[in-house]
Structure formats: structure tokens, C-alpha cells
Antibody, heavy 121, light 107 residues
């Protein structure tokens, strides 16, 4: 079955960097667009970034532009999020999620279980 | 406007019908997608496109839209439908925008 497993979260000081990974299995990773979505404690969902199946398109939320970089390695079935210059307001559970359909931007799912990033001194 | 506004909370009696809305300018040119999130769990996709349900989603869930407003209807709500529901849409730049979320309580 489809599995998305995030890793790399933890406690980090403001201004430092962190790299999240998402290991995908159970489907042909290389034909699906992928997203990172975050959720601050007790808050709603906030889309962070998207990468197309072929890496040709990358989109970022304004809050992520210039600080976060989304990438993927289709040979390793893995999605990444490099986060630099982290701020307290970046504290959230970060979810990896797949476009529902291949080569299509209509609906996001399934989602991983998330990895918690806490930015604190 | 680049926001998607949802009612903060709605309640529904067991077995009755509830409708929740999502409003925003981006909905004039793209369909809303709907997600269900239960406490401590990741969201799951319930409606995408015009009114499509992924496999495993009960047919009591349906979506519709008119102008800048999209709606999710649960017909015959069950106790397990109690959750937070989020809409989203994609803007012309390919960015995804989530709504503010609606907490559904089944009485």
C-alpha cells in the first residue's frame, strides 16, 4: 500500500537549518507531484511547497520563499525539504503529501503522518 | 483575495445532513478540494475535482460549487464524521491555498 514516511524533524535553534526527508513506497514515485504542508500546534493547514514529478516546476508559499528548498530524488523515491534560517513561527508538524492523480494537480492525498519541527532556543 | 474562508464550526444531529462552505476568489476558476482531519491524525482527501470521491470515501460526502463558493455536504452524518474539514484550491501560479477549517460536531 502507499506509504509516506517523514523524518528529520526535531528541536532546532532559531537561525539554524534542518532537512526533512519523506520516503515513499507502494507507488511509482516518479510520476506524481509532491507537496510539503505544515500545521502549527492547534492551527490549520498551511501549504509550504510543491515539486512536479519531473522537478521542472517548484512552487513555494510566501513564508517559505528564499528560505526553504524542495527537491526530490526519483531514484531513491524520496522527497526533501531543506529549511534554512528557521524562525519560531516555523514550529509545526510538517506533512509530506502526494498529488492524488499522476501528472495531475487535482487533490492531495495520501499524506504521511508528519514530523514535528520545533524552533526554540 | 488570496484567502479561503470557512465557517469555524457547525454541528449536526446524528443521521442528519450538514453543509459547510468555503469562499474565495480563486474558486471562481478552480474547484475546491476537501479534506477531513481527525485529532492527532493526518488529513485525508474526501472530495476532489467537480465532485469526485477517492476510493474508500463514503458516498454520503458530496461537493458542489457556485461562483466563489464551494460546499461540502455530509448526508446522513455519522459519529465518525466528527472532525475538522479543510478546503483548498490552486491559484493561477500553481500555489495551493487551504481554507481556515470547519470543526464539525455530530450530536
Amino acid at each position: 500500500q502507499v506509504q509516506l514516511v517523514e523524518s528529520g524533524g526535531g528541536v532546532v535553534q532559531p537561525g539554524r537549518s534542518l532537512r526533512l526527508s519523506c520516503a515513499a513506497s507502494g507507488f511509482t514515485f516518479s510520476i506524481y507531484g509532491m507537496h510539503w504542508v505544515r500545521q502549527a500546534p492547534g492551527k490549520g493547514l498551511e501549504w509550504v511547497a510543491f515539486i512536479s514529478y519531473d522537478e521542472k516546476k517548484k512552487y513555494y508559499a510566501d513564508s517559505a520563499k528564499g528560505r526553504f528548498t524542495i527537491s526530490r530524488d526519483n531514484s531513491k523515491n524520496t522527497l526533501y525539504l531543506q529549511m534554512n534560517s528557521l524562525r519560531a513561527e516555523d514550529t509545526a508538524v510538517f506533512y509530506c503529501a502526494r498529488d492524488y492523480l499522476p501528472f495531475d494537480s487535482n487533490g492531495v492525498g495520501p499524506w504521511g503522518q508528519g514530523t514535528l519541527v520545533t524552533v526554540s532556543s | 483575495s488570496s484567502e479561503l474562508t470557512q465557517d469555524p464550526a457547525v454541528s449536526v444531529a446524528l443521521g442528519q445532513t450538514v453543509r459547510m462552505t468555503c469562499q474565495g476568489d480563486s474558486l471562481r476558476s478552480s474547484y475546491a478540494t476537501w479534506y477531513q482531519q481527525k485529532p492527532g491524525q493526518a488529513p485525508i482527501l474526501v472530495i476532489y475535482g467537480k465532485n469526485n470521491r477517492p476510493s474508500g470515501i463514503p458516498d454520503r460526502f458530496s461537493g458542489s460549487s457556485s461562483g466563489n463558493t464551494a460546499s461540502l455536504t455530509i448526508s446522513g452524518a455519522q459519529a465518525e464524521d466528527e472532525a475538522d474539514y479543510y478546503c483548498d484550491s490552486r491559484d493561477s501560479s500553481g500555489n495551493l491555498l487551504f481554507g481556515t477549517g470547519t470543526k464539525v460536531t455530530v450530536l
